[in-house]
């Protein structure tokens, strides 16, 4: 069982036991639904809790959570720097939409179909979001992720067809 990494819970937040988080996905809607169990784990201990969202609201990258089984800011305090995630297999992505793990090891074709190379990492360093390319032959270079450049996702057949352009390689 994967786990997909939501938020990290950063100080508690008034009295009843609410926690403030800073959000680390896209996609908080679809992830945080009152009732939802997630998985929380203090990465230095690795101990790990199931907690029950009671509720959730967003402010801006920051997400303040209340769970079920925390009432007071005492105990809200325990989870101070715990990450919150939840089962890969219960957060699916919206359609055209694709994690970044998954787009790594898959085969660069360009449109007449010649192997380019292997996708080694996607870099979110620029306004753009850039596929990370290692040719045959060792050398590297980018892809910037938009439709003009990747065109077809296959991940069954662990493809991406690339549109290159002169000078891209």
């Given at each position: ?9 950063t100080?508690?937040?008034g ?17 945080f639904?009152?009732g ?11 101990e ?7 509720s ?13 089984e925390?009432?007071?800011?005492e105990?809200?305090?325990t989870?101070?720097g ?9 957060a ?11 787009l ?5 074709i360009d ?9 080694i ?11 990370k390319?290692k ?5 590297v270079?980018?892809v ?15 493809t ?8 891209m390689?």
């Amino acid at each position: 069982m994967e786990q997909l990494l939501l938020a990290r819970i950063t100080k508690p937040l008034g009295l009843k036991g609410e926690v403030r988080a800073l959000c680390l996905t896209s996609f908080p809607k679809q992830r945080f639904k009152k009732g939802n169990v997630f998985t929380l784990t203090n990465p230095k201990t690795k101990e790990s809790k199931s907690l029950t969202l009671a509720s959730y609201r967003l402010q801006g990258d920051v997400l303040i959570l209340s769970f079920k089984e925390i009432e007071s800011v005492e105990e809200a305090e325990t989870l101070r720097g715990y990450e919150v995630s939840m089962d890969k297999d219960e957060a699916p992505l919206p359609e055209g939409y694709y994690r970044f793990e998954d787009l790594k090891c898959l085969k660069a074709i360009d449109d007449e179909g010649q192997e380019l190379g292997e996708v080694i990492d996607v870099t979110a360093y620029a306004p753009t979001k850039n596929l990370k390319i290692k040719s045959n032959e060792g050398k590297v270079f980018y892809v910037p992720f938009i439709d003009v450049f990747v065109g077809d996702i296959d991940l069954a057949k662990k493809t991406v067809i690339i549109h290159v352009v002169e000078g891209m390689l």
